[in-house]
């Protein structure tokens, strides 16, 4: 168990009347207690908590006249991981899957699946099941993908990008996503924050269903998994992005940080870490 | 209110152990209720009713050896449509759409509304907000699109759809839905059973939210609004297919009927009917 | 006969030794002769002009080390359009295209008639045949398609932009040809210079095989058909691209002029002119 | 020098006035020459042999009204192609290509090759150039991708055959052929009859252009290369189909054959020949 302080400030410049719904508020989960946090909106303007969906997501909404909108969250977060024998992890038979686990076996937007069955089991179908094949994927898509930044859009797939061998981190979850799903294992996207990323900014990863709950997976590599504080939970990035605005808006600036209140509890990067 | 007797009578050879995860029960909803209904299963297998979302789904699950497996259900459902003076019905400002609703907005698999905007606002952005923009969808869908048997696979997509200009009922279906998403109306994908369709067959069709409630809308124009029996709502296909299976599994049948106990009720095809 | 002044000058960092193949020399065709022309290099390079196709386009190709690398040309050349009454102007049977003309039947990299079959017979088929068909799809396009500068990019095809609604020049060039392919039309890819095109470049346009010959058309409207002066000729952009480049190298600067000697030889904009 | 005898026989039923241009004679080149062939059309119908290319295909053209038509064309076709020492053969610097070349280094209909760099380069960059890297890439396209009947149509193209992992012989080429590209390796298309094909059938293979001529490939190892008889050449099979038809055609039946006139002069397969 140990503390995570986050923080996010975005700045709008808000040309017409607009309508806002954010997705930055740390999730609460078995594994994730958010202990305090403030949320300071300039100008002041009525905003709403809601629950986003069962996973312990909240979003916030709110709406504006034209203005400079700057939105400032923190938070102290209590991350506590249940550290696992992981080669014990198993591959959980479709039979015994629970049923709010089964959506999560489906293609959506940013991962078709669907279309990767042949592609999936040709690569990892020979290899043992549980939590090393889930790693073996994480290998191979950091191996064949390159990280870099401005190489794809928000209309980019996860098979667009095993063509253009190239991405970011909503990119490198959504092709393990994808793959993982045509191989019959869950796997959900999740937004949030990462202790160590560089550049600082909100970051993608992703989380697999193994034995009795989700585990998180970060294909990229570029900050250890003990430090990822989930945000947004959902299908893709379609459904688990940070904003989403309708009016006619501009983002002025984007601020976001993580930082571990005692460093020496991260784990060295690609330690395995139970969560949820 | 009026009833509408269905059934559907499924037939596969089981090759090995499989699972199977169906959605062919008629969903429970403010306007439609199951009021009696069977289920049997041959051979006789251990089975499980459970609840697939908030929308009032409900799945069955089963697992089985190798055998040939046959799924037979009907259901006496009551339909309550309350019609509505639709030419009043509006759209709903973003700022005033429930959060439940919001997942509607989002692109999913086989709706890549991110990519249409322009499309959408182009065609439609001109006509007056509300009901009638919807029907001009479907009449432009409808127009546009053959249905064709055959035209289509599961891979299939809106955007590939509006290039090949031909598809089935979920093609209709995912396109509309797009197009409406497109221009920020929620919609979302509903499967099920419908008085009147030839051949008889599963159908595929779609809801809108507009002013405080979803509205069935079907751009194919096959079988009465009034005569739709939902039984499957999700995203797209993705989140709400008859049949989920993992297993070596071929179809050997497969009958669906949907009956109106007194036609009578039945409203002439394209007139709108509200639901939900 | 009318005469037309082009230039353009291409300035490149080239960082590694590097070999160009430009295709930015005016075409010679029955209606389009090079009075003068201008070539300098800078620094001084051997270059060689070589013959493109068969229709009349040379390229030039030259080889350089690390340097700043500037290419100037410039050309008079007489343009002598025969006017047509052009809606006599026929299509051609299948059977009666000349061997050289099927070539431009068939699909390309960024022109997927294979795909488009359906599309173009619901919105085009019902149409007259000959010249005024390909004006319809010139204004089907025109009026679908919006130009915005910088929405497409070199992998962007055809039904790319027909779903996405927006692209540049060569985009509203891949559209029309796809779309008369479909037809059975032939259409090929012409990159030139144009007169009055604001902001000045090059500019991406096409032919289409009437009656005995090809003939001009521009969907973008945003030059006089006569005033269009014809560099490259292809099956598509990937055919006719105004520079190849194999080495690391940088574009500092393009400057591209067309002037009429004479503007009032100009016809209005959208007035068919005879080629070729 | 060895003798093949190849023979093709294609029955269709016309319903409507049709122009058919077939591309089903042995291409006549420095390696191959046609020394006697024959051709017999059912009903007797005019037709004509024309030039195709300027790589020595030929076409044959014809027109009828509703029959039942039959094509049959047998040769025999003498092939000397040189042994080369082929671990000597270099690629090409881009530089020293001849003119003739540089149209097969750009993306076709069916070889997004300007989609694929990174992936080239990240999968064959590293290995040493020249003949042997052109056998790794078809060893990659025969491992990676599954030979499936029925698992492509004519609207698959290279980059939708690395997704789904599964594709027939010219998908294996169209493939092949887009590496090749990628890497600035001119590649071009070829179909063809092969000896020893299984089942018998018209086939699609790749030339890859090397030192200073065209080398022959095959990347589903179906037949011995030196077995390989072409008929059309091009920048993938929307250039070089057997067959294009305008016109309400069905095909009845197709016949294809090959033979060695001395099976003992075909290599084991996989050695490598020199051709063209």
Chains 1, 2, 3, 4 share one sequence.
Not at 28 to 43: A, C, R, W
Not at 127 to 133: D, I, P, T
Not at 202 to 228: K, N, Q
Request: charged share 20%; aromatic share 12%.
């Amino acid at each position: 168990m140990y503390l995570v302080n986050i923080s996010s400030e975005l700045i709008y410049t808000v040309e017409s009347p607009s309508s806002f719904v954010f997705n930055i508020a740390a999730a609460n989960t078995v594994h994730q207690k958010t202990l305090q946090e403030n949320l300071i909106i300039s100008p002041s303007i009525d905003s709403e908590w809601f629950q986003l969906n069962d996973f312990g997501c909240r979003g916030l909404r709110l709406q504006t006249d034209p203005c400079e909108l700057s939105i400032r969250y923190n938070a102290s977060v209590e991350l506590s991981p249940e550290i696992e024998r992981v080669f014990y992890l198993n591959e959980v038979e479709h039979k015994r899957l629970p049923a709010a686990v089964l959506p999560f076996l489906s293609p959506s937007r940013y991962c078709e699946s669907d279309r990767l069955g042949r592609f999936a089991w040709k690569e990892f179908g020979q290899l043992a099941s549980g939590y090393s094949r889930v790693q073996e994927i994480c290998n191979w898509v950091n191996t064949h993908i390159d990280y870099v930044a401005g190489s794809t859009d928000s209309s980019t797939s996860a098979c667009d990008v095993l063509i253009q061998r190239a991405g970011v981190c909503r990119d490198f979850a959504h092709v393990s996503i994808a793959l993982c799903r045509a191989l019959g294992i869950p796997a959900r996207y999740v937004s949030g924050y990462a202790v160590g990323l560089k550049p600082p900014d909100f970051h993608g990863f992703f989380e697999v269903y193994l034995e009795d709950r989700w585990y998180l997976f970060d294909a990229t590599r570029m900050a250890p998994i003990s430090g990822l504080v989930r945000a947004g939970i959902g299908l893709d990035a379609a459904d688990a992005s940070f904003a989403n605005i309708v009016g006619q808006v501009t983002m002025l600036s984007i601020n976001v940080q993580a930082d571990a209140a005692d460093p020496s509890f991260l784990y060295s990067d690609g330690v395995p870490v139970s969560t949820a």
